[in-house]
């Protein structure tokens, strides 16, 4: 508990109050439009998409009981185990109000939106249905997740078994959602449960893309035999810093240059054209990256 008070102390002195309460706002809101995706798009066709909250679905099926408030009580258990095994108290912190946040929306838009949505129902057709699920929540939960939190239900589980054994948590998130979605086969329908994989596999792009952002980041690998009229055109001429390595050719066995260099997507046609202008014969590898931090993109202080 001592620890946990003082990693707790230390994050809020390194990033400031408010820094923290932003983080807190972002999973609020993000928890919001996870459950509007759940109550507008899943509870009306049962995708019982994996997790607790298709578990929650589940249940209702049998016993009329809101799914915000399953949802709540099924990850009371989880969020006490994993305070006392994880240790992770910002991380429970975020995750427990993800998880109330998420709740009450849920139950409210149950309450109050929900009866007029039946009578006048976003979509009638299954499918779109499973994919604006899988957009809304994804954004949602994607949020929570560049916040520093989680959804909590499975998420805590696959951490506590990762913990213990060491499993892969993607291998773990398999198996519990699988197991979930194989139940409303036999509840539901087949139909249903093919709709909630694809539902679920639409939530983890999404979910990445809110995550980590578009891919707006290319990394420019350059071999020449010019290391110092590339690296200069493409300093003057791109703004940018550039790596550099001598390598050898495994198959002639001569020296050459290997430059590294991180642009925008806007820049690469000009990059192609530096390096053509400072030695046609170089040869240029364009890849993709994610996210690039540090001088002349994004700060890495407050990621």
Not at 11 to 27: A, Q, S, V
Not at 65 to 89: Q, S, T
Not at 97 to 106: E, G, M, P, Q, W
Request: glycine letters at 10%; charged letters at 15%.
């Amino acid at each position: 508990m001592g620890n946990n008070n003082e990693n707790l102390a230390l994050y809020r002195e390194r990033f400031g109050y408010w820094y923290f309460i932003n983080k807190l706002l972002i999973i609020s809101f993000g928890s919001i439009i996870i459950a509007i995706g759940y109550v507008f798009f899943q509870i009306p066709f049962d995708l019982a998409a994996g997790g607790i909250q298709g578990l929650s679905i589940i249940i209702n099926n049998f016993i009329s009981v809101n799914e915000g408030i399953l949802y709540l009580l099924f990850n009371i258990p989880l969020l006490i185990l994993g305070y006392y095994k994880l240790g992770r108290l910002q991380f429970l912190i975020f995750t427990v109000l993800s998880v109330i946040v998420f709740s009450l929306a849920t139950y409210l838009l149950l309450r109050f939106a929900y009866p007029i949505l039946k009578e006048n129902p976003m979509t009638e057709d299954m499918l779109l249905s499973s994919i604006y699920a899988g957009v809304i929540s994804g954004i949602g939960t994607g949020l929570v997740m560049k916040a520093g939190g989680s959804v909590g239900g499975t998420n805590v589980i696959a951490k506590l078994v990762h913990k213990k054994f060491g499993f892969p948590l993607s291998q773990t998130y398999l198996i519990t959602d699988g197991i979930i979605i194989l139940i409303a086969a036999f509840v539901f329908s087949w139909n249903v449960a093919l709709h909630a994989i694809l539902c679920l596999f639409i939530n983890g792009i999404a979910s990445d893309y809110a995550f980590e952002g578009p891919s707006i980041i290319r990394i420019a690998t350059i071999i020449t035999d010019k290391r110092d009229e590339v690296a200069s055109i493409l300093m003057s001429g791109l703004q940018r810093g550039v790596s550099c390595w001598e390598i050898e050719g495994t198959y002639t066995g001569k020296k050459h240059y290997m430059l590294y260099c991180a642009i925008y997507r806007s820049q690469v046609v000009l990059l192609k054209s530096l390096v053509a202008e400072a030695d046609e014969n170089a040869f240029v590898i364009i890849g993709e990256g994610k996210q690039a931090l540090g001088e002349g993109f994004y700060s890495i202080k407050r990621v």
